[in-house]
């Protein structure tokens, strides 16, 4: 590390903040848990403070982003009303739209995502908005929602996700229409979400907790989760080296994609037997071997299947603070109100 590197980190950390939040908006519309949205509005001040990580990734998204609009532009794509504010006051809920192509009443809305490769290679498969809202991601079928409330807001009837990959700057579009019976129903099932919200903060009552696998990555994970129950399963350890395996864990596991789309590439590359001399770096020896495998007739494998049990693990990191009150090893901490 130098002081260049310190100088960055530095920079991100002193960014990390949360902020005031007094609405409803719609770039929360892939949050699908209520009680998360409602404290959003309610809680703000108690939210876990975002990774320098997660930081660094807002900060280039912002760079990006404004940079796409002026290339659409150079090239003869009229991009207007950049950045305008919208809001529905009577759902309390506001949106920021990245533009509008042309200004007349048919001319779409353009929202501008970009992204890491992994992603971005995830999602240039999709065709439609209906795909979108298939993946398993709530995020990714958020982006579907969100410009779909943009479109109710102005009110346009269509609109551009127009993903943008921050690698190689390639880009895929998919269009969402309110004319899609399948969007319709997907950005009113989030309208009757910030309407259960606006009521829950009016009767001054918490919304239910929702755990499920997105909950690692709330800012309100620790405040919420000594509301659920988690039966007898829960257990909590205090030890250096199993934390420390937790976080190498962690840090390797956006490698391991990766490793094993490198892997399956370099397989089709090497398909043959032979050896192989690759740029004057590296020898690759590719030798055939016989395996055996059952191929079972599809009406036969009811008779061979078996049900079992597994465990599924997920980890999160606790903030500074937050530990505080648990019990010690081989001890269940009781359900109640933080």
């Known amino acids: 590390m130098s002081i260049l590197d310190d100088a960055f980190t530095q920079y991100f950390e002193k960014r990390g903040r949360v902020r005031p939040q007094h609405t409803n908006r719609s770039s929360q519309a892939g949050i699908e848990c209520g009680r998360r949205l409602e404290w959003n509005r309610t809680r703000w001040s108690e939210a876990a403070l975002p990774k320098t990580d997660l930081q660094r990734r807002f900060e280039l998204g912002n760079i990006f982003e404004p940079h796409v609009i002026r290339i659409l532009n150079a090239e003869g794509i009229d991009v207007r009303q950049s950045q305008r504010d919208l809001e529905w006051k009577h759902l309390q809920l506001t949106g920021s739209i990245d533009g509008t192509i042309g200004c007349e009443e048919d001319d779409p809305v353009i929202d501008v995502k970009s992204m890491a490769r992994f992603t971005f290679e995830r999602i240039r498969k999709y065709r439609t908005a209906a795909d979108l809202l298939d993946d398993e991601k709530s ?96 257990v909590l350890l205090d030890q250096a080296d199993l934390a420390a395996m937790i976080g190498r864990h962690e840090e390797l596991k956006p490698f391991k994609k990766e490793f094993e789309e490198l892997d399956e590439e370099l397989k089709a590359a090497f398909n043959k037997a032979g050896i192989f001399l690759v740029n004057g770096e590296w020898s690759v020896v590719a030798k055939e071997q016989k395996h055996t495998y059952y191929d079972i007739p599809e009406e036969d494998k009811p008779r061979y299947k078996v049900s079992g049990k597994h465990v599924r693990r997920t980890y999160a990191r606790v903030a500074a603070g937050e530990a505080e009150g648990a019990e010690e090893v081989g001890h269940r901490p009781q359900a109640g109100r933080s």
């Open 139 to 234: 995020y990714i079928r958020g982006y579907v929602v969100q410009i779909a409330l943009y479109c109710l807001l102005l009110p346009r009837k269509r609109g551009y996700v127009f993903f943008v990959e921050k690698d190689s700057f390639r880009t895929h579009t998919i269009e969402v229409s309110l004319d899609d019976p399948v969007v319709l129903e997907a950005a009113e099932g989030a309208l009757g979400r910030f309407e259960r919200v606006n009521a829950a903060i009016a009767a001054k009552v918490d919304l239910p907790a929702e755990p499920g696998p997105v909950c690692d990555g709330c800012p309100f994970v620790t405040l919420c989760l000594t509301d659920v129950d988690f039966g007898e399963g829960i």
